[in-house]
């Protein structure tokens, strides 16, 4: 125990700087990821079949890939394409390392959350779309006002665990060289030569991490849950 104590003492300030990286990558992929998603979504449902056509073709692609290969393809792939994102470094973070990393885990992230969004619309009774198109409702106004509010109780524990899932991928853009958790824990490992204190220490910060969205989200469930039964 006290190992543990004198290496997270000794070395704090990486293991912070770790979490600010993680919870950026993190909080901005979930943001990003949700809108490219939930975008994702209305094309594979649309009735244009080269929307549909793309967005099958997308999803079945980066689910059928390992991320890690789409954080290098991304990472190596955007300057031979001609894309160059200003190597900068601010407050020891390499900014063009860490706009790769937060593209590649968009990406991977919006195929998930376009199957999650989509699952949801569809699991909400048809008669309703029915219903309100009969009153007179558009089909834009229906989904956005009708459909979705009714879609969020099936939406949101899965979009939950895709969030909590988001935070522990976000270890995996450490191989470009960003700063994150796990990047700190195996700089502390070489400069300490402790193998596995700070590998335990950074699961435990990961698990604090995660135990608090986990509890943000069930909050919010249960929330929804009493407004639900008002109604």
Known sequence: ??????????????????????????ILTIILGTIFGILMAFMKMSKIKP?????NAYVEFIRGTP???QISLVFYGLPMMGVHI????????????????IIALTINTTAYI?????????????????ASLAL?????????????PQAMKSILPSMGNEFITIIKTSSQVSVIGIGELMYAADTVRGISFQ???PLIIVAL?????TSVFSFALKKTEKRMARSTQRA
């Open 1 to 26: 125990m006290a190992v543990f104590w004198k290496i997270l003492v000794k070395y704090r300030m990486l293991f912070i700087g770790g979490v600010k990286i993680t919870l950026i990558v993190s």
């Open 51 to 55: 929307l549909r056509w793309f967005a």
């Open 67 to 69: 991320v890690l290969v």
């Open 86 to 101: 200003p190597s900068i470094m601010i407050g020891g973070t390499d900014i063009s390392r860490l706009a790769a990393g």
């Open 114 to 130: 376009c199957e999650i969004v989509r699952g949801g619309i569809l699991s909400v009774d048809r008669g309703q779309t029915e």
């Open 136 to 148: 007179g409702m558009g089909k834009t106004r229906t989904l956005l006002c009708i459909v979705l």
């Open 195 to 197: 193998p596995m204190a």
């Open 205 to 209: 910060i990961y698990f604090l991490i």
